[in-house]
């Protein structure tokens, strides 16, 4: 739904939309923890991305992240989007500290 919703809009070259993964709340054992105890979750997936920039050369370098990526991000930065009551975070490609490969 939300690319959909990105997708008839453009993002500027460099940036990505990731969703964050769920933030786990209950341990293995089937204790509830607070939510002071749950850390910011810095995993997510990419649902837009933005064409790339243009170098010097004029040559555009594309984004290092596709759809559907799993990626590593900061713990703090990003700007904030909600859409269907779901949180979605703007990142520049040089954000993404790494990308999960199967």
Known sequence: MAGQVFRKSRLLPDRVLAERSVVVTVAKGGIMLPETTQGKVLQATIVVV???MKEKSEEIQPV??????KVLLLEYGGTKAVLDDKDYFLFRDGDILRKYVN
């Open 50 to 52: 933005g064409s790339g």
């Open 64 to 69: 290092s992240v596709k759809v559907g990526d």
